[in-house]
């Protein structure tokens, strides 16, 4: 059964930091890209970050360039999001995503609520 379990969201003053993870299990980790979106209320879901399959690759939506980083352990099967000077348009349901060589090969996890707020 596939899952992907996101963790280590919550309350954060402005400026402050997080780090997401996301446990996945059921698929073969390492054949799949990651990514990172993100959903506010009344908003489209949008992409925040992607990283490739090897981790050689990533790349950031605009707005979390230089705050954001992506990465991942495939001995873990986990792909983190490390947020930084994070700002209250930042605030969101953040969720991963996994996407295998084959359009159908794509799931999403449960997602994990990050509020910046002071």
């Known amino acids: 059964q596939v899952q992907l379990v996101e963790s280590g969201g919550g309350l954060v003053q402005p400026g402050g930091s997080l780090r997401l993870s996301c446990a996945a299990s059921?698929?073969?980790?390492?054949?799949?890209?990651m990514s990172w979106f993100r959903q506010a209320p009344g908003k489209e879901r949008e992409l925040v970050a992607a990283?490739?399959?090897?981790?050689?690759?990533?790349n950031y939506a605009d707005s979390v360039k230089g705050r954001f980083t992506i990465s991942r352990d495939n001995a873990k099967n986990t792909v983190y999001l490390q947020m930084n000077s994070l700002r209250p348009e930042d605030t969101a349901v953040y969720y991963c995503?996994?996407?295998?060589?084959?359009?159908?090969?794509?799931?999403w996890g449960q997602g994990t609520q990050v509020t910046v707020s002071s």
């Open positions: 995503k996994a996407q295998g060589p084959y359009a159908r090969q794509r799931y």
């Open positions: 059921g698929f073969t980790f390492g054949n799949y890209a």
């Open positions: 990283i490739s399959t090897t981790g050689d690759s990533t």
